[in-house]
């Protein structure tokens, strides 16, 4: 079992930043992905972001390149997903995502565990 729990979502003005952190638990000592996915107000769940348990590949969503980055930290079990210049649409409750086959993928299938989710909102 791994257990996610994401953190550092609020209310944040259009064209502000925030940071959000997924910290895992549990099964640390296994070489995962993971990866951030998010459902807005009466919109489907889609996927922003994700991340290699080495760090190397990463891959975005088009809604997001170039306004968000990775970083990770393995000691702390912790990724942290920036987001800059953030728009009405980026409102959303984001959710961090653990795939065990270490995959970087875009398909939320693929993803075993997954967190409770973060609110994120951004008011214009």
């Known amino acids: 079992q791994v257990q996610l729990e994401e953190s550092g979502g609020g209310l944040v003005q259009a064209g502000g930043s925030l940071r959000l952190s997924c910290t895992a638990s549990g099964r640390t000592f296994e070489r995962y992905t993971l990866g951030w996915f998010r459902q807005g107000p009466g919109k489907e769940r889609e996927f922003v972001a994700a991340?290699?348990?080495?760090?190397?590949?990463?891959i975005y969503a088009n809604s997001v390149k170039g306004r968000s980055y990775f970083s990770r930290d393995n000691d702390k079990n912790t990724v942290y997903l920036h987001m800059d210049n953030l728009r009405p649409e980026d409102t959303a409750a984001y959710y961090c995502?653990?795939?065990?086959?270490?995959?970087?993928?875009?398909?939320?299938?693929?993803?075993?565990?997954w967190g409770p989710g973060t609110q994120v909102t951004v008011s214009s």
């Open positions: 991340i290699s348990w080495s760090g190397y590949s990463k």
């Open positions: 995502a653990a795939d065990l086959y270490d995959l970087t993928t875009d398909r939320a299938s693929s993803y075993n565990y």
